[in-house]
């Protein structure tokens, strides 16, 4: 087991430690909570089940933490986070089996997640040396009537406590791009990572614990969401909440009150597709978008808009490539993997069930074990069945066939999750009409949609973006 | 009465419609609500107690020519403002009235809200051109493992209905700051303007009505806030809320969800003084700053914080200054005129009060008519006085004296309301070092805090700006 | 005559004075310059022959003028430009009448000239608010070593006295271009107009002039290129050239040595036409692109480089075209008019001959009368003519058949003149890979080159603009 | 010596080689050009005297590897910036020992150079992913007229090649600030070392080459001036001049015609020193600004203007500070040094002289030995003495005294050498309105002028920036 060697520090037995204050710490409730392996469907690790007064005193000592922090050169904040990206691919291999784990995600991807991370902290440690190291000069005789007599310095200044709750699907990845722009920016950051995920994230805190960040500006808590989640979110020491997950999402906001809030919530990205695409290149999109890490992304292709005249040609080509797909353990870096817990096994399961009852067409047979269903294209879905509203999370894709462009834009705008969407098409003014017309943060012309390169940005309204794939190299000597 | 004239449309006998859908409306409720002016302290005006149903009417509408609105060319929405903007200045005389008996703002101050809100309406439209015409394109090479495949393209694009919330004190400019922005990023507009200063914005919106905007855009319901407040900052049709007030916005924050909010509630401006400052100049500075409007300004300088061996010196040129305050009926230009409503006065007696009680020192007798109070300053006031925390909304302003600048920055941070401050002294470094340290969005160096020129930030964390007033004029042909 | 009216103020005897120190005024030269109508070859106008000694005083008066004028507060000078740009709209009528008179530019085209300056002195006015009122606020501690102790503040300052250069062929609008930009950044304007045009120039700066401008912010001085050309671009007291035009502007960066230069020369803009093209919209864009001004516009589409497959219909399509061209006199608003002047006819009438005699395809007869020439596509023209790399500057447009578009972006990207390109293909992947391969300034996507809209840029290296032309409408209520 | 190890590489015999096409090469030439050690007046080293036809062959790998370079990820040009950074601190010794020997730079100042650049070069890539990555999207209905129907992209593009000729008092700080953003932005170098600093440059480009750049994107040429000067600075293929140096920076201009250049010439830094100043500062920053590096910085103060009424005390103050300087060779880590030749020990001399004649007061006695000149404070300067307007380049500071400000601005004004200044006030007022009057491109309030923090801006009109000091340290736990 990974964490019987260099981590052992982070260990009090067989329960992981949380962090706080610059120590690994184990909680004087003398609980622990237990995280259950999907693929075996058995306990694989504890960790502490942190009461509310240490809570309280990770508070406390994240805000003292934050004051000299946020005097800190810029500079050496860049460096330290430039050292805490370093140590953490070094400890790719670690954290990755814990990934295996806790989420099932197949190896190869919990690898290249925390490559990723470590590329993302670098990144955001560059960002924000100039983000926060250039505010703006402006005179007063912009403003009529005014005399050149007033100068305005603007600057950005931290927050405070950023309190950070990253979801399950990407529990280092999603944590990271919550913890590196909190910290370059002169913050602190206690994060409650999600459960199943927790031991990957304790494993990447104590990569930054290795950099030597001071005391109390990084802290990580464990426990039960019933003792300490709303607590959590309602604590008067949280300057702003950053939280990706569900519905969870709406209830914070409810109970933050004026906190700022960084959320991103569901998805149901569509992807409409034309009769002049490239279908190829669709199937390959298809499969990607949709059945990667078994469909447990928010930028997972969700539903299929495709035009009625191409649609028996596309369903053809998606389906050969299911059927190459291989389904198993994540430690054989199978396609598709067990997903997350029984519950959301059994809320895909209906959501199949719905279908079938109301006429979909199976492109495979529906199977399922354990936490494990084989992957499955449904045709002929319709507006009145639940799984084309509904996030499976889960490795099932509905197709809906549209007679025209306006009937996948209306359908795609008629869902209450606008995260991502994309449109494959040849034809250079459909393809910007269309992506302007879909109401989504970001539409991807020509590429499944996804979160990255990591630069772009990830965003919903009031900003838009419209990502463009070229397709095609470099033809000349230019 | 202004009104019988060229506004006879917007009456319904003594009683003004509100505005929906393009047209000036009676409600069904065939209710009215009474506008009280603080000076005579009898009903001036009456407007319509609006209803649900006609509250759903109008965010139907407002939602359908939003739609419409948001591909309307930027120097077409520009235009509009242009000529509503025009519109409002031609009108200030007829709206300063209305502000006058509705809030009893000096008849001088009221035409210059006016003024300066037409010019802030065609500032915003050409801000709004460039804003929204420039988004960026990235590329995505600049982020490791990611050849030069894929480009981006943002923009910024509406946030559809928003929900404008003005304060009684600025009914007409906190209104256009908020109208004016919303519509030239593409939104539609909801305006729910505050009872005392409804007939000031009805009068307002009457002037975007002339200027030719689409039916429905724009809108305004009066009504009581116990039948429609509620209904409107949790209606599912509104897709932004613009407040500026006080407590009732954390009310409205919690109850409002994800919606995107933009608010701005108390202040509590500190005036830190030092000891080169020059103290004629900073009494110049705490009489404006404090004194106008009567101190119902969310800028006003709210508690002063003097070095001890200046203060002696410093309290007599204020009270000196206080002297010469004419206190009277706005109607002829008052400096000191009743504040908004008995409530308000009763709880400015209260502040007082307790200052008395725990030993203030009174520079003027305290003295009140109705709502009307005299300009009062109070000496030697401590921590333990409630008027050291808490804002009077008043002619009343507290002075502590202080042995050294910690000790001022800490009274000031120590605040819950951190809107600006400012700080008085001739020395560059103590200058920079002190609006730094204090925990204020906005920090004016060298005079009183306002919120202006109007394109100036007025923002709080995690932004900050330090507004420094040039006192000496060029001195060379340079 | 137009003049004779209102502009009488500028006129002494025939002859148009030059503007020198808020005055009009005559030359102590006691000389002038004629100005031939390129229609009837004959002299229409008279302007002063200035004197060097005259220069000499204008510059005294430029520099004495910009000290203050730096000084003057943002918005005013805005609100002089905006001033400027309704008188300009007044004129446009007089001022057309001299674009017919002096240049040959069809009627309506010299209306809009003067209307799209007037809106461009606007546009300026408020982009210069912005853009010099806007610095930035930087601080010490972004660079490795260096502790937060060291604030930047950047601003924008004037240059001084520009001295603007505008050519022949929109006397007027690349006049304010110049103009406008450089007043509201607080530099003072010497102004050259060129010979053909200078009427019309100095129309324009009457506007200016009415406008109220403080003295000698603004000069135009006209005269003979030989007496004050190099004396105006070599004088000490100019800080800034801005020019455009053509071979001169290389002779002039030699002479003015450091001076900033802003320089717009020649331009050889290619169209590359794909397969997949919309031809009927290629057609329609050559003409315009082509022909509009009998083709004396640096943006004009001077080669025509399409795919051999498509060439014989696209070249039948545009001689269709051609056919319906009108020609003759300006004043009857016919779409070619006389070239501006003898020397430019038989410059064009060169490489007419030296086609022919290499074998180049006629698409119509040659034909020329005075100025006057017939529009003329020549088709099968080879690299080994001078027309493929020559700017004719005239209604004349030789097409080259190409086998790839390798072959397009190569002899594109082989001339020396790489202004502007355009290209047409409907296919998203090839337009952006062979817009980023043209090594022109910008590259317009199934677009005629443009300047245009008048805010997006128009620059060479090392910027890049690539412009795209939307052709179907919004599809659905998105 | 140094380069007999690592660097044999780069020696033939005694002579160091050029390096071209990724080799480092002898010259056909079979001459060399000798480097003066100015301590020892002897030869020092000897590097290749290049021909014109091996600067052709240059200029055209130059050309060829620029192209694909600038299809380069950018990522990729950083993680090579990044590398050649590293690796050229890593050499920070043996490229110091140059410094040391050809422009007899003290010994550690030599390290930081050499440190400082490699921190430049890894802020410049970092800069460039930034800048590259980013373009504008702008759309066509900001501009009246116009509808949403037009996009623009907007890119920075490589200019090609660029020939970047250094100064020869930092060699290789003043090198890399050319190399690195031209780099990182998909040019290629030509670098044409200074010929005292030459093997320092070619040190610091073994650097480069060690990286791994591809072979042609650097090159480094050695030369006589006479045979290959005029040939580069006119050579075809250059695309972009950087040049960092004197009077011939004027020349260089009028022969590169239209081809973008970077030129930074001479400096005569006004140091106004005002009543109210803290003196000890003064000297300090005097000493510091003055005599670093023996005064041969372009950034040195050059002139004290200082308020007669406290010109004494500061005299006093600032001689007993030269008394301590300490003076003899490099390697001893003098203070003062030998200036970098005898004809400018020369000419540094006539100016003294030239002051002694009109009657300046000798602070100290003048002493020279060889190229070595004593530091030397001349009081009472007046304006008809050469050394109130020529830059000495040497330890030897002019004292002005003035009877006002405006006296100080004036004399500052009517310099021709703008490059910076600085004033010394605690007045904030007085700070901000006197270094807005100085004509300078940077002005330091309350610090010496300097070049850095290096991303601070370093540029002349039209932009200018304030850069100021913050002398106390937070006082508060604010």
Same mark, same amino acid.
């Given at each position: 087991?990974?964490?019987?060697?260099?981590?052992?520090?982070?260990?009090?037995?067989?329960?992981?430690?949380?962090?706080?204050?610059?120590?690994?710490?184990?909680?004087?409730?003398?609980?622990?909570?237990?995280?259950?392996?999907?693929?075996?469907?058995?306990?694989?690790?504890?960790?502490?089940?942190?009461?509310?007064?240490?809570?309280?005193?990770?508070?406390?000592?994240?805000?003292?933490?934050?004051?000299?922090?946020?005097?800190?050169?810029?500079?050496?904040?860049?460096?330290?986070?430039?050292?805490?990206?370093?140590?953490?691919?070094?400890?790719?291999?670690?954290?990755?089996?814990?990934?295996?784990?806790?989420?099932?995600?197949?190896?190869?991807?919990?690898?290249?997640?925390?490559?990723?991370?470590?590329?993302?902290?670098?990144?955001?440690?560059?960002?924000?040396?100039?983000?926060?190291?250039?505010?703006?000069?402006?005179?007063?005789?912009?403003?009529?009537?005014?005399?050149?007599?007033?100068?305005?310095?603007?600057?950005?200044?931290?927050?405070?406590?950023?309190?950070?709750?990253?979801?399950?699907?990407?529990?280092?990845?999603?944590?990271?791009?919550?913890?590196?722009?909190?910290?370059?920016?002169?913050?602190? %950051? /206690? &994060?409650?990572?999600?459960?199943?995920?927790? *031991? $990957? #994230?304790?494993?990447?805190?104590?990569? !930054?614990?290795?950099? =030597?960040?001071?005391?109390?500006?990084?802290?990580?808590?464990?426990?039960?969401?019933?003792?300490?989640?709303?607590?959590?979110?309602?604590?008067?020491?949280?300057?702003?909440?950053?939280?990706?997950?569900?519905?969870?999402?709406?209830?914070?906001?409810?109970?933050?009150?004026?906190?700022?809030?960084?959320?991103?919530?569901?998805?149901?990205?569509?992807? %409409? /597709? &034309?009769?002049?695409?490239?279908?190829?290149? *669709? $199937? #390959?999109?298809?499969?990607?978008?949709? !059945?990667?890490?078994? =469909?447990?992304?928010?930028?997972?292709?969700?539903?299929?808009?495709?035009?009625?005249?191409?649609?028996?040609?596309?369903?053809?080509?998606?389906?050969?490539?299911?059927?190459?797909?291989?389904?198993?353990?994540?430690?054989?870096?199978?396609?598709?993997?067990?997903?997350?817990?029984?519950?959301?096994?059994?809320?895909?399961?209906?959501?199949?069930?719905?279908?079938?009852?109301?006429?979909?067409?199976?492109?495979?047979?529906?199977?399922?074990?354990?936490?494990?269903?084989?992957?499955?294209?449904?045709?002929?879905?319709?507006?009145?069945?639940?799984?084309?509203?509904?996030?499976?999370?889960?490795?099932?894709?509905?197709?809906?066939?549209?007679?025209?462009?306006?009937?996948?834009?209306?359908?795609?705008?008629?869902?209450?999750?606008?995260?991502?969407?994309?449109?494959?098409?040849?034809?250079?003014?459909?393809?910007?009409?269309?992506?302007?017309?879909?109401?989504?943060?970001?539409?991807?012309?020509?590429?499944?949609?996804?979160?990255?390169?990591?630069?772009?940005?990830?965003?919903?309204?009031?900003?838009?973006?419209?990502?463009?794939?070229?397709?095609?190299?470099?033809?000349?000597?230019?």
């Amino acid at each position: 087991m990974a964490a019987t060697g260099v981590l052992a520090e982070i260990l009090d037995g067989d329960v992981y430690k949380y962090y706080a204050d610059g120590e690994w710490k184990k909680s004087t409730s003398g609980k622990s909570v237990a995280i259950i392996n999907p693929t075996t469907r058995k306990p694989q690790y504890k960790v502490q089940a942190c009461s509310q007064e240490e809570v309280n005193k990770v508070m406390d000592s994240a805000k003292a933490a934050q004051k000299s922090w946020a005097k800190t050169p810029l500079w050496k904040r860049a460096e330290l986070l430039h050292k805490a990206a370093a140590i953490l691919k070094e400890h790719k291999a670690a954290i990755a089996e814990c990934l295996v784990k806790e989420i099932a995600k197949p190896a190869k991807d919990a690898v290249t997640e925390v490559v990723r991370s470590g590329d993302l902290v670098s990144y955001c440690a560059e960002e924000g040396v100039r983000i926060l190291g250039e505010g703006k000069f402006l005179v007063s005789d912009s403003f009529p009537g005014n005399e050149r007599t007033k100068y305005c310095l603007t600057s950005k200044i931290p927050l405070g406590v950023i309190l950070a709750i990253p979801p399950f699907n990407y529990p280092v990845n999603l944590a990271v791009s919550k913890i590196a722009p909190a910290l370059i920016a002169g913050n602190s %950051i /206690v &994060l409650k990572p999600p459960t199943q995920g927790a *031991v $990957a #994230a304790l494993h990447m805190v104590y990569c !930054f614990h290795l950099a =030597g960040f001071p005391k109390g500006l990084i802290s990580c808590v464990t426990g039960k969401g019933s003792e300490i989640g709303d607590f959590l979110t309602m604590h008067p020491g949280v300057n702003c909440i950053s939280f990706t997950g569900g519905d969870t999402g709406i209830a914070i906001s409810k109970k933050a009150g004026m906190i700022p809030l960084q959320m991103e919530l569901g998805g149901k990205d569509a992807c %409409i /597709v &034309l009769e002049d695409a490239d279908l190829d290149l *669709v $199937a #390959a999109n298809i499969i990607k978008g949709g !059945f990667s890490y078994s =469909g447990q992304r928010c930028t997972a292709v969700k539903v299929v808009l495709v035009i009625e005249s191409v649609a028996d040609t596309l369903v053809e080509k998606v389906k050969a490539k299911v059927a190459k797909l291989s389904v198993g353990p994540p430690e054989d870096d199978c396609d598709i993997t067990p997903v997350v817990s029984e519950s959301s096994a059994n809320f895909i399961e209906g959501l199949v069930n719905d279908a079938k009852q109301k006429g979909a067409t199976f492109c495979q047979e529906y199977k399922r074990e354990g936490n494990l269903i084989w992957p499955l294209l449904l045709d002929n879905v319709r507006p009145d069945m639940r799984i084309a509203w509904e996030e499976p999370f889960g490795p099932v894709l509905p197709v809906i066939r549209i007679n025209s462009v306006e009937e996948g834009i209306h359908h795609c705008n008629a869902s209450n999750f606008g995260l991502q969407g994309c449109v494959f098409t040849k034809d250079i003014n459909k393809a910007m009409m269309i992506s302007d017309a879909m109401e989504s943060g970001t539409v991807q012309i020509n590429s499944a949609p996804a979160r990255g390169p990591d630069h772009f940005p990830f965003q919903v309204k009031p900003t838009k973006s419209i990502q463009l794939v070229r397709l095609i190299d470099i033809m000349v000597d230019g």
